[in-house]
């Protein structure tokens, strides 16, 4: 009986570790790995210094808090608040700033789970993508991601990954947000200095449960003035 399970096992993960195989031989194509997609969720492992403009829109209140990452500080305080729309923040801010963004385990670096790649289209524009990110590698920040499905689209004519769409599996939370639907758009930067791929933006769009009533909320993250501070 063993025997048979394990012969049953064996013909199951074949199709599995070939269509791994494939899909991850057409994006080599065009200069992307499995390790690309996961290169701006790197904490532990992160080389660049670089800011954030996180714009929070409940349909009644615009917070803006401009922030930095800077890999150079120890794991877990990483992420600094320094300010909120214009103004020094309190350290009710800061503290609550760190705590969503900051992640505490070492050797944390968001990474894709590779049983997850399938081709989801092959035309002579763009491949595009799908997968989901291994849930324990990823940041505090991203931590998230883990309940969602990703679609990555690559553009065929310039070899570049320009952006990835994620949509939640189910109702999941976003820092202090329990979302029932989530849409969020990522856009990227090739740094040709660095030969990397870095975050650009992010578009969330969520449809938030409060007091009993869902509620749209809109997050934009923009990324700038990245620097290499541990060549």
């Not at 930095?68 to 608040?81: D, H, T, Y």
């Not at 990823?138 to 990555?152: E, I, R, S």
Request: aromatic share 10%; hydrophobic share 35%.
């Amino acid at each position: 009986m063993r025997k048979i399970s394990f012969i049953i096992l064996v013909g199951l993960s074949q199709p599995v570790m070939a269509q791994k195989a494939e899909v991850i031989a057409k994006m080599e194509n065009y200069g992307i790995s499995p390790e690309t997609l996961g290169s701006g969720l790197k904490d532990h492992d992160a080389t660049h210094y670089f800011e954030i403009d996180v714009t929070t829109n409940n349909g009644t209140e615009n917070i803006v808090e401009h922030g930095e990452f800077n890999p150079e500080r120890p794991v877990g305080s990483r992420w600094k608040l320094l300010d909120v729309n214009g103004n020094a923040p309190t350290k009710k801010q800061i503290k609550k700033f760190g705590k969503l963004h900051n992640t505490t385990k070492q050797q944390i670096n968001g990474k894709v789970d590779d049983n997850s790649f399938k081709v989801v289209d092959d035309n002579a524009q763009e491949l595009v993508i799908s997968f989901k990110f291994d849930k324990n590698t990823l940041p505090n920040k991203f931590a998230f991601l883990a309940d969602c499905t990703g679609k990555a689209y690559i553009n065929k004519l310039s070899k570049r990954l320009e952006k990835a769409k994620f949509t939640n599996d189910k109702p999941l939370k976003v820092k202090i947000f329990n979302v029932q639907n989530l849409d969020m758009t990522v856009t990227y930067k090739y740094l040709e200095d660095d030969e990397m791929y870095v975050l650009q933006n992010e578009h969330l769009l969520m449809k938030v449960k409060l007091l009993g009533q869902l509620v749209d909320v809109e997050e934009i993250n923009d990324y700038y003035s990245y620097k290499n501070v541990k060549y």
